[in-house]
């Protein structure tokens, strides 16, 4: 019987065509051809055989119907499961919804004053147009004092009002005001002559901090900064304390951290040396204290300062300090 | 900063001394290192070294450092035993004790000005960056970076009358300097002249008037100690900086002075020939006296945080030259170096010991403190600020607090507005950065405009900052002004993903960021129109919080302020808000209503005038029944076939009971109520 044959490879070549179906609109087609067209060109053989024959051929019929039915539902429901688990390309991230970026001086700011204000310092603030007087002068640097030549100074009216070069003049205020025991930081705006170019800005940022009651040594300072920078930037990191010179403090300590960028091995930041200074601190001058009118005798404080302008250049691998200051977004973004 | 010479230092510290050795000592003592250079078989290094140290400014004073931390023999300046006699010295000189301390001077006659310099002095001072001149000028300069005391020769031919006087000049004089350039000094200045002319600008530069030249014969030699602020000031007026006047301002050790002209002189006759005058000057007002300071070591523990018995701070001092004297068991009388010009106080001393002690060896210990955090108010403001905008989609930006000066006329706000400013730094880097700000809209727009530039389009960008206004109740005259700024411009929500067009930052836009900075601070807030000129014809309001103008709001007029670089690059819209941090005074706000019956809105679609506000119909709709929870306006639009003073407002109205659930009965008697009142009050109506 070459129908029956016929009927053999005709299931083969069904199965051979559903394994390579890629889609529904495939088998579709596969199943009106095998389903339809064909089923019905063996129905219409029928009516040439004999009553024994078509008996036995109808059933024949079914049985590849049956057959193909259910190779062809099995083959659809496999490629439904495929499309359903593809209901979301979960690779697209739209960007219509956006969150705003963050300047990179705040954001560094915020680590450190989060560790400060969890030791229990309070912050405070203070005017950026400022006296002579407590910029410089009650920072124990008289007037022709050379220290003055460090911070190249704005004036609003020289040579009283100017543009204050570091956040200390707050800090004289913030003691003018209040009795030890105190613990304040101090950050802001401040202002130095500088032309802008890539490496200088006339404006930089700074956090400058304050601690005053009876019994605070130097030992006190080694402690809060050290414990500062391992929190800031890891406990990893490497502090180094070495004597430096600021008039307002006695005695006095430039603050080296291993560098961050080479883990202290030596690299372009930090010139091959391993070490960065982050801070200048030291232990309030007596002449400070006295200043605003503490007793020198029975208070002893420190005092630190740092800028976040080069910190954040580093932090955040950017290469100009006047990008800071030029707030390309698209920067921002990527932080 | 000082460069030493590597050999030069070998001269004190030994041939052998290594390098790293020594770079290692200065760096543990508080000498930075600020770069190396090699010269021939040299090597020049520049350290660091502060205002309080001008002993660390020559080559004898670094080796006493080293010696010192080795614990060994510090080096000393050579004593010279020399005839003194200012009556019978060869020039008459009359002095200003007031602005000198020690005026030395020497003859020397029948040198040769010409002769050879010995290499290694030419080596020296060339590697370190000094021009060799003549032999005395280079022997002179030599002497100072060894041994610290800048020296001045004057041709002694061309001295006028044998007469030299050391004070203020009484006029103003031009000068021609040793150099070659032109001067004035100024009233006040001190400088040594003749009577004829001024031959030296003191301890800063000699004139050209009694230079030594390569044809001099005799010479006067002088060693002096002049007041620092003085040649502070002038060195700073005349632009003229000098190795000479950068020691003087630091302070020159006074006590070595004139065995330091006599060490230079010698030198001078051993390499230029001559002889040395008999007798020499030697004019100094007040007695050199060993200056004492007591050590109290329990201040010292206490400061340091250390606990060092009376014999370890006295090993500690001793080894870097202070003699001590214990006085009682915890003080020590110690008698100061002459070089030692910083150490005035207990404290100075006590710095000495922590750093004799070495930083590296006191331990830290966390303070035990206990102090009240106070918050700040200003400053919690802000982040809940920065928080609210960057949640919003608001980049945070810093700007300069100085603007070009005129930005007043730029943005065309007169003398006697309220955010006018002509306050100015006197010596700003640039014109364009000299205004310090009355208010924020230059820096926002120019950073708008900067990111356009780059292709960052379509921008929402913030600022925290400060304004400053001329104010004489302030101690400084300026009040300073805690302020945020707020800028939008181009499309919000791009199209794709179920909106078909860019939907683009709107007036409404501006209206709705405000309010939801403001309800972060449960701050009430009213808008009245204000006639600012930067802003679009009626879109300038200003913000009015409890009876206070608290800022401005508006939407920039683009054409005017065509000036700010690359404005014209933002071709949509721009919308501005400023408001001032410091007056945001919140409130907490409470529940008001809670109801368990379900509400019930329904929207309504008006056409209503332009002058009527969304206010006004909404006071008429609350009025009419307290069931009216909300009103709230779902959208406004125009078209071409309404007539012009008119526009469509679509309003949603929110009904609530407390009581029970509202029927469609009791809503519809509500309705009709209001809708009577809007259309008699304003002719409102439903559009057809």
């Not at chain 2, 006047?245 to 230079?264: I, K």
Request: proline share 3%; aromatic share 10%.
């Amino acid at each position: 019987m070459d129908k029956l044959q016929e009927i053999e490879s005709k299931k083969a070549s069904l199965i051979e065509k559903l394994k390579k179906v890629t889609s529904a609109k495939e088998i579709s087609e596969i199943k009106s051809e095998y389903l339809k067209k064909y089923v019905k060109s063996l129905y219409s053989e029928l009516k040439n055989l004999s009553a024994e024959e078509k008996k036995s051929f109808g059933k024949t019929i079914n049985d590849f119907k049956n057959f193909a039915e259910e190779k062809i539902s099995e083959a659809e429901s496999k490629f439904k499961a495929q499309k359903s688990s593809a209901k979301y390309d979960v690779t697209i991230f739209k960007d219509n919804i956006k969150i705003g970026a963050e300047h990179p001086l705040i954001k560094l700011y915020k680590r450190i004053e989060e560790v400060f204000v969890g030791m229990g310092f309070s912050v405070v603030q203070g005017p950026e147009i400022e006296l002579d007087k407590y910029n410089f002068e009650m920072l124990n640097m008289p007037s022709h004092h050379p220290a003055r030549d460090m911070q190249d100074t704005f004036y609003i009216s020289a040579p009283n009002v100017l543009l204050r070069s570091h956040t200390s003049s707050v800090q004289i205020r913030a003691m003018e005001k209040m009795q030890p025991p105190i613990q304040i930081i101090s950050p802001g705006t401040v202002y130095r002559v500088d032309d802008i170019d890539p490496q200088h800005t006339p404006m930089f940022y700074q956090i400058e901090g304050l601690m005053v009651a009876e019994n605070i040594s130097f030992a006190n300072l080694k402690a809060v900064l050290t414990r500062f920078l391992k929190e800031v930037f890891g406990e990893e990191v490497g502090v180094k304390f070495r004597p430096s010179y600021y008039p307002y403090t006695e005695p006095s300590a430039a603050i080296d951290m291993s560098c961050t960028k080479c883990g202290g091995k030596g690299c372009r930041t930090c010139k091959g040396t391993g070490w960065i200074t982050v801070a200048g601190s030291g232990m309030v001058h007596p002449n400070v204290l006295e200043g605003v009118g503490y007793d020198s005798k029975k208070y002893t404080g420190f005092a630190f300062g740092l800028g976040l302008n080069r910190f954040a250049l580093t932090y955040y691998d950017l290469d100009e300090i006047r990008k800071l200051y030029e707030n390309d977004i698209s920067l921002w973004n990527q932080i | 900063m000082f460069k030493f010479s590597l050999n030069w230092l070998r001269d004190y510290c030994g041939k052998d001394a290594n390098y790293d050795d020594i770079m290692k000592k200065l760096k543990t003592q508080g000498f930075e290192f600020d770069g190396n250079q090699e010269v021939k078989d040299d090597i020049v290094t520049a350290i660091e070294v502060k205002a309080n140290r001008p002993d660390m400014l020559y080559h004898m004073g670094i080796a006493r450092e080293i010696k010192a931390f080795d614990g060994e023999p510090v080096p000393t300046i050579s004593k010279k035993q020399f005839a003194v006699n200012n009556e019978k010295f060869p020039v008459k000189i009359n002095i200003d004790n007031s602005v000198c301390k020690r005026f030395c001077a020497v003859k020397i006659s029948g040198v040769n000005a010409s002769a050879q310099v010995p290499e290694y002095i030419k080596e020296r001072l060339n590697a370190l960056g000094i021009n060799s001149v003549n032999a005395v000028v280079d022997i002179g300069n030599y002497t100072m970076i060894d041994i610290g005391q800048p020296i001045h020769a004057y041709d002694a031919d061309k001295i006028v009358g044998n007469k030299l006087m050391v004070s203020k000049a009484n006029e103003n004089t031009k000068i021609t300097t040793f150099s070659g350039e032109t001067s004035e000094i100024k009233s006040g200045d001190i400088v040594i002249s003749d009577g004829e002319d001024i031959k030296c600008v003191a301890g800063i530069i000699g004139t050209d008037s009694a230079a030594v030249k390569e044809n001099t014969k005799d010479i006067i030699l002088e060693a002096a100690i002049f007041d620092e602020v003085s040649v502070r000031l002038t060195s700073r007026r005349l632009k003229i900086s000098t190795p000479s006047s950068f020691r003087f301002e630091r302070g020159v050790d006074a006590d070595s002075t004139f065995n330091a002209l006599m060490n230079c002189a010698e030198m001078i006759t051993k390499i230029c020939g001559g002889k040395i005058e008999t007798p020499a000057f030697d004019n100094r007002p007040e007695k050199s006296e060993e200056k004492h300071v007591n050590l109290s070591v329990k201040n010292s523990n206490r400061l340091i945080g250390i606990s060092l018995d009376q014999k370890t701070v006295i090993n500690c001092l001793r080894k870097y030259n202070f003699k001590c004297k214990p006085i009682d068991e915890d003080l020590i009388k110690v008698s100061i170096p002459s070089y030692r010009l910083d150490v005035l106080k207990e404290v100075d001393l006590i710095e000495e010991v922590a750093r004799i002690y070495g930083y590296d060896n006191i331990k830290p210990v966390m303070p035990t403190i206990m102090t009240s955090y106070h918050k700040n108010k200003v400053w919690s403001n802000m982040d809940i600020i920065r928080k609210t905008l960057g949640g919003l989609g608001f980049g945070e930006t810093i700007n300069y607090s100085f603007i070009p000066a005129d930005t007043m006329k730029i943005f065309d706000i007169d003398e006697g507005e309220d955010i006018y400013s002509d306050l100015t730094i006197q010596n700003p880097i640039a014109g364009a950065y000299s205004l310090m700000r009355p208010m924020m809209a230059y820096s926002l727009l120019s950073c708008l405009a900067y990111n356009y530039s780059i292709n960052n389009n379509n921008l929402a960008l913030f600022e925290l900052g400060r304004v400053y206004f001329k104010d004489k109740s302030f101690d400084t005259g300026v009040r300073e002004v805690d302020t945020c700024g707020f800028v939008m411009s181009g499309v919000r929500i791009p199209r794709g993903f179920g909106s078909d067009k860019d939907i683009k930052y709107t007036y409404y836009d501006l209206l709705n960021y405000l309010e939801i900075v403001m309800n972060s601070f449960g701050q009430n807030f009213e808008l009245q129109k204000n006639e600012y000129k930067f802003f679009e014809d009626g879109s300038g309001y200003n913000i009015i919080a409890n009876g206070e103008k608290i800022g401005f709001i508006g939407e920039i007029n683009k054409s005017k302020l065509i000036k700010i670089p690359n404005l014209k690059l933002v071709k949509d819209k721009i919308f501005y808000c400023e408001f001032y941090i410091s007056k945001l005074a919140g409130k907490v706000k409470k529940i008001k209503f809670e109801s368990k019956y379900p509400p019930i809105k329904r929207l309504y679609n008006f056409m209503q005038r332009r002058d009527v506000t969304a206010k006004e119909v909404e006071t008429v709709i609350k009025s009419s029944s307290d069931v009216v929870r909300d009103v709230v306006v779902k959208d406004i639009y125009s078209d071409k076939n309404f007539s012009e003073n008119e526009h469509a407002v679509l309003y949603e109205v929110n009904y609530c009971s407390k009581e029970h659930t509202l029927t469609s009965e009791e809503i519809e008697k509500i309705e009709k109520d209001f809708l009577e009142k809007l259309n008699s009050k304003f002719g409102i109506k439903f559009k057809s």
